[in-house]
Structure formats: C-alpha cells, structure tokens
C-alpha cells in the first residue's frame, strides 16, 4: 500500500475570511505610518499583524500571512507569538527548515509555550526527524494534554519508527480530542493498511470520506484496500469519484487498472495504465 501526504493542513476557512484578514493588514500598514517611538504601541501592531496572519492562515493565503508574521516579527523581534506564527506560516509553504528555526526561536522566548514545541516537533518530523519530532511533542504534552495535533503528529512520527501500537493509542487522543480531524483518520486508516488490517483501514478512510467527500486520495486509499479485500467491483466507484474530483492525478488511473486486472478485464486495465503514464506515473506499471 502506498502511504501518501495526508491533508493535515487546515482546509479553507468560511467565505470572507480573506477579506478580514487583508482588512486588518491595511488597517496595521496605516497605523505603523504613525509615530513608533514607544515599545508599546510596536508591541501593538505586531499583534495586529499576527492577528491579521492568523486569519491568512486559515483563508488558506500563505504569502499574506508571511508577509504579516514577518511584519510582526520586525516590529517585536522578541514575541514568542510572532515566531510560532512564522513559523506556522513556513510549514504552510513547506519550507520547514526556516519553520524550525523559528519555532526554536519561540522556545527561547518563552519555553513554557506548548504550541512553540508542537511546532518544531511538526518541522522535524517533516524533515524526517523523527526521533526530535517526538522529544518536541512530548514535551508539548506535558504542557498542554489538549494538543490534539501534538498527538497527531506524535502518532505520524511513531508510525514512522515502527512504533505502530504507540502511534495507534496517540491516534486514539488525538480523535477523541478532535473528533471530526480528517488527517487523523486517513493516517491510521493508512497505518491499519500497511499492517494488513484492511476492514480497520476501510472503516477509518470511510470516516474521513464522510468528513470530507472532496479528499480525492482517501477515496484512492479506500480502493487500495477494497481491492486488497477481494471487493475490487465495489473498489472502482471509489477509483472513479477519485478521478471525478482529481482527473490529473495518476494514482486513481493506476489503482482502476489493478482493479479491472482483478476483474478479468485486460482491454480496461491497458486503458487505465496508458492513462496513468501520460499522467507522470512513476510507480511499478509491470501489468
């Protein structure tokens, strides 16, 4: 089974969160026009400008959140806040060298922040540190045992050591702290599959689906495992509505062809494996 990036990043927030968050920046811009001779009023707009960050954030707008976060940290180099938030916004872009220098940062600042930790833990872990990963979540635990993503991402980087039944009791804290997490039960689902449990990882990537019927690959996933079960008929709607809602990508191309070598159907698979190369597939295609 293959084991892909989950979509752990926050979907996109409601209609207009944007606009909020562009409003603020504008806002902050005209304010810092004003005198900043106090370490006060600086303290201020950095505020406003993580404020504004945040909001970036969660519209799904990594380059203005940047810009804001960068902003804030200019004007209050020493805001534990401002740091986490940077460093947020840097694994958002997937730059998770700098995401770990800032949230290292942030630690220095203020090493009772739980969210300074989970941060670096999740830049460490992205960086195939998982061992580190691990030390930054534990600690953020300690801080805080709500930190449903420090579960998360403790389960993630378990999983990846082969600490499988650990990563499942984590995986466990995380969903009954965040019941609806989409990330947390694709991820298992694809744990329970590695490990041949194939009904457990149906369930999970069910679940995920329900949350979230427009996560293309978990339907690919639920496939995988469908036709690992023997239900390779069944499979192929799943292939189909993964392809319906992500037509560039190989994976559900490549994955129908297995499906349809299962049903004894050579002139389908041929059709679904040519497709898949003149995607980019670059898997094992020997069918």
Same mark, same amino acid.
């Given at each position: 089974m293959t084991k892909t990036n989950s979509?752990?990043? !926050?979907?996109?927030?409601?209609?207009?969160?944007?606009?909020?968050?562009?409003?603020?920046?504008?806002?902050?811009s005209k304010s810092s026009s004003l005198s900043l001779d106090g370490?006060?009023?600086?303290?201020?707009?950095?505020?406003?400008?993580?404020?504004? $960050?945040?909001?970036?954030?969660?519209?799904?707008?990594?380059?203005?959140?940047?810009d804001n976060y960068l902003r804030a940290v200019k004007l209050d180099p020493n805001s534990s806040v401002a740091r986490a938030g940077l460093a947020r916004a840097f694994l958002a872009d997937e730059r998770y060298k700098r995401a770990f220098e800032e949230a290292d940062r942030a630690i220095k600042l203020d090493a009772s922040s739980s969210q300074a930790y989970e941060l670096r833990g999740h830049a460490s872990r992205l960086l195939e540190k998982y061992e580190d990963a691990i030390r930054d979540y534990?600690?953020?635990?300690?801080? !805080?045992?709500?930190?449903?993503?420090?579960?998360?991402?403790?389960?993630?980087?378990? !999983?990846?050591? $082969?600490e499988v039944e650990a990563a499942l009791e984590d995986f466990k804290a995380c969903l009954a702290l965040a019941p609806e997490f989409v990330s947390a039960y694709y991820d298992r689902g694809a744990l329970h599959a590695n490990a041949g449990r194939f009904d457990d990882a149906i369930a999970d990537y069910s679940r995920a689906i329900e949350l979230d019927p427009t996560f293309a690959h978990c339907y690919v996933a639920r496939g995988e495992a469908l036709v690992e079960r023997g239900r390779a008929r069944r499979a192929?709607?799943?292939?189909?509505e993964a392809i319906k809602l992500d037509p560039e990508n190989p994976d559900g191309y490549y994955y129908r062809a297995l499906a349809w070598r299962e049903l004894g159907n050579p002139s389908a698979m041929k059709r679904d494996m040519q497709i898949a190369r003149e995607l980019g597939f670059e898997g094992d295609d020997d069918l």
């Open positions: 979509h752990e990043n !926050d979907r996109p927030s409601p209609r207009g969160q944007k606009s909020t968050a562009k409003r603020r920046a504008n806002d902050a370490a006060e009023n600086k303290r201020e707009l950095a505020e406003t400008f993580c404020e504004s $960050g945040a909001d970036a954030l969660l519209g799904g707008d990594v380059d203005d959140a940047l534990d600690r953020a635990l300690e801080l !805080d045992r709500r930190a449903y993503l420090a579960f998360y991402g403790r389960a993630v980087a378990r !999983d990846m050591i $082969g192929l709607a799943d292939f189909d």
